[in-house]
């Protein structure tokens, strides 16, 4: 086990230059544990077209291309490095329910069915330098899955030496604890450390995220980097979060769905407000995530692997009150903490009062729309609806779940009437260049208000 444990631990430290070239180029300053996460997105985002052309996820190869990354980085990003401030009481208490879950995943066995056969079978092929792209003795279930979550086990096997996964499940603890730290980084200029930290707690001892953590299953992962994503552009970096909104993509077809929601959430926020310079950006970011299918979803054509389970249709409308019931039913389990219900809950108290109206809307809106998003999946499933909602349903709800969690400290906090502890950071200290932007745009406005003026005299 120790052996397998240090394996990650240089396997993390690999990505780093992965990582750090990303957020030099996304022009976001650097912190040791956001490159370790934006390396391990990044990875799960270059790695799968390498793997369709017939390279193996290996320790020089994914050096190699950091290594890269970092020098694009360095030639044409920004490089900047954060003020670390450690606030040691919080780090304790987020790091005790992390190494539990370490402690627990490293001799758990991968003991379910699609774990085994599914998500670590196609990482024991990559690490051994295996294709399962036709026929074999016994194929993995699901091959036209994209392979970013494989891709990246089999990285960190060829780190251990060895084809461990059981202690891999120690990876899927990571991903929690990026999540945490990104929803730290974005949401502590706006809420102090106290309610934060409570709120962080709810989200790493929720049982059904450390239940699903250690299943083995892609389903904590892909709510890791949507939610990451979610909460980045929420911070308007929307370079970085396009990038774990691959990541997602790569990961699992659900993410299909999410960020079909995400983006039409983001433009009509546009729209309503025309911030016209928010547009491009948008636009280019939604063109490069659709573009990343590509290459997926070539090589499912090339080697038929085709994915009929669901086939988008309102032909069984009439089930959809078994699947929002189902749906209900779970929310308000001990599972899943009632946190849906109290983040939806607190956006609506937002409204009523009148407060930071733009963040209760495209909170609801978020929430409504992934769960209406996964009612639609359910209702087009070609495999019988009851059996698929049954089935699936209590993984598929930890996407909308984990981000209820991750916005619930901020939300709660304004229902209350609680302000800002700092200012929030401005575009001007966020980018170099920034400020000179903003003060462009202030006089650009006032022209036009001064123009609107005279033809009205």
């Known amino acids: 086990m120790i052996r397998g444990l240090l394996g990650i631990a240089l396997a993390l430290l690999g990505l780093v230059p992965l990582g750090a070239g990303v957020l030099f180029l996304a022009r976001t300053p650097l912190r040791l544990g956001l490159a370790v996460f934006t390396g391990m997105a990044a990875a799960m985002v270059v790695l799968p077209p390498l793997v369709y052309v017939g390279l193996a996820p290996s320790i020089p190869l994914v050096l190699g291309v950091g290594l890269v990354v970092l020098a694009a980085g360095i030639a044409f990003g920004e490089r900047s490095r954060a003020r670390i401030r450690i606030e040691p009481l919080p780090l304790l208490v987020l790091a005790a329910p992390l190494l539990l879950l370490a402690a627990r995943g490293a001799e758990k066995p991968v003991d379910r069915y699609d774990a085994f056969a599914n998500w670590a079978l196609k990482a024991k092929l990559l690490y051994f330098d295996r294709s399962f792209s036709g026929a074999s003795i016994a194929p993995p279930?699901?091959?036209?899955?994209?392979?970013?979550?494989?891709?990246?086990?089999?990285?960190?096997?060829?780190?251990?030496?060895?084809?461990?996964?059981?202690?891999?499940?120690v990876l899927f603890v990571v991903f929690l604890a990026g999540l945490a730290l990104v929803t730290w980084q974005v949401s502590r200029p706006h809420v102090g450390a106290l309610p934060l930290t409570v709120g962080l707690s709810v989200l790493l001892w929720l049982p059904a995220a450390r239940d699903q953590a250690l299943s083995a299953y892609a389903d904590v992962p892909l709510a890791c980097l949507f939610v990451s994503a979610v909460l980045l552009f929420g911070d308007g970096r929307i370079a970085l979060g396009s990038v774990f909104l691959v990541a997602a993509l790569a990961t699992k077809r659900d993410a299909l769905a999410y960020c079909a929601v995400l983006y039409a959430v983001a433009f009509g926020d546009v729209l309503v407000r025309r911030e016209r310079e928010r547009l491009r950006p948008l636009l280019v970011s939604a063109a490069c995530v659709a573009l990343s299918a590509v290459?997926?979803?070539?090589?499912?054509?090339?080697?038929?692997?085709?994915?009929?389970?669901?086939?988008?249709?309102?032909?069984?409308a009439g089930q959809l009150p078994f699947v929002l019931g189902r749906m209900g039913h779970l929310v308000v389990q001990r599972a899943y903490?009632?946190?849906?219900?109290?983040?939806?809950?607190?956006?609506?108290?937002?409204?009523?009062?009148?407060?930071?109206?733009?963040?209760?809307?495209?909170?609801?809106?978020?929430?409504?729309?992934?769960?209406?998003?996964?009612?639609?999946?359910?209702?087009?499933?070609?495999?019988?609806?009851?059996?698929?909602?049954?089935s699936t349903v209590h993984r598929t709800l930890i996407t909308p779940t984990l981000l209820a969690a991750a916005l619930l400290p901020l939300l709660v906090t304004r229902a209350l009437g609680a302000r800002p502890r700092v200012a929030a950071p401005s575009d001007a200290r966020r980018r170099p260049g920034a400020k000179a932007r903003t003060r462009s745009r202030t006089r650009r406005r006032g022209r036009r208000l001064q123009r609107g003026e005279r033809r009205r005299r």
């Open 141 to 169: 279930v699901h091959r036209e899955y994209p392979l970013g979550l494989p891709s990246l086990e089999a990285y960190v096997l060829h780190a251990i030496g060895s084809a461990n996964v059981r202690v891999a499940h």
């Open 295 to 316: 290459p997926w979803r070539v090589f499912d054509a090339t080697h038929d692997l085709h994915d009929r389970d669901i086939a988008l249709s309102l032909s069984r």
């Open 337 to 390: 903490l009632w946190t849906l219900l109290l983040a939806m809950g607190a956006a609506v108290v937002m409204l009523v009062r009148g407060r930071d109206q733009r963040l209760a809307v495209g909170a609801l809106a978020l929430l409504a729309g992934l769960v209406g998003a996964l009612s639609l999946a359910y209702i087009s499933g070609t495999t019988g609806v009851h059996y698929l909602v049954r």
